[in-house]
T-cell receptor, first 113, second 112 residues
Framework: DAGITQSPRHKVTETGTPVTLRCHQT?????MYWYRQDPGHGLRLIHY???????DKGEVSDGYSVSRSKTEDFLLTLESATSSQTSVYFC????????????FGPGTRLTVL | GESVGLHLPTLSVQEGDNSIINCAYS??????FIWYKQESGKGPQFIID?????DKRQGQRVTVLLNKTVKHLSLQIAATQPGDSAVYFC???????????FGAGTRLFVKA
């Protein structure tokens, strides 16, 4: 998975609790992304980062926040988890340039009860 | 296993046959297209890409065709093997862009 790890890989939590997912890369790629994957929707972008402390919203950012204090780590936080946030979450990385294909981590399965 | 893809279009092929997976993309401004393969329990994996100034690109056992007139992309897999069983996604973006649009995916089953 191109030097990308995600933690935890599985998590079960209760509605209303805060949850933080971590993405760690060893590739020194500048761009990092968080996606969620749900049946019938494919991959949808939550937030992305184009550098340390530089982040922006994707198409489904409500209820999520992110932080990137160093190149290798990108954190996704659910401030107060809801059942609609039960999903599989993928982190991805890419670099600037014409071939900006994204490389994905192994995913985190989150269940909110 | 993963619950993703319960309602995906499905293609079932016999081992050794060729597979063709199709995708319609949405943005005329997209100039870079990628095919990903996702196996159960794993993240999507890059297979092959193509730029909008090309109609065809070949890799090892895979070929991508691009028809910009009808905004259509296809992935051809030659001599399909059981290890090719997975969900395949097309993706579109533009050079230097941050946002990539992913298709919903097609599940490929390979029968031995």
């Amino acid at each position: 998975d191109a030097g990308i790890t995600q933690s935890p890989r599985h998590k079960v939590t209760e509605t209303g609790t805060p949850v933080t997912l971590r993405c760690h890369q060893t590739e020194n790629h500048r761009y990092m992304y968080w996606y969620r994957q749900d049946p019938g929707h494919g991959l949808r972008l939550i937030h992305y980062s184009y550098g340390v402390k530089d982040t922006d919203k994707g198409e489904v950012s409500d209820g999520y926040s992110v932080s990137r204090s160093k190149t290798e780590d990108f954190l996704l936080t659910l401030e107060s988890a809801t059942s609609s946030q039960t999903s599989v979450y993928f982190c991805a990385i890419s670099s600037p340039g014409p071939d900006n294909e994204q490389f994905f981590g192994p995913g985190t399965r989150l269940t909110v009860l | 296993g993963e619950s993703v893809g319960l309602h995906l279009p499905t293609l079932s092929v016999q081992e050794g046959d060729n597979s063709i997976i199709n995708c319609a993309y949405s943005n005329s401004a997209s100039d870079y297209f990628i095919w990903y393969k996702q196996e159960s329990g794993k993240g999507p994996q890059f297979i092959i890409d193509i730029r909008s100034n090309m109609d065809k690109r070949q890799g090892q056992r895979v070929t991508v065709l691009l028809n910009k007139t009808v905004k259509h992309l296809s992935l051809q897999i030659a001599a399909t093997q059981p290890g090719d069983s997975a969900v395949y996604f097309c993706a579109e973006t533009h050079t230097g862009g941050f946002k990539t649009i992913f298709g919903a995916g097609t599940r490929l089953f390979v029968k031995a």
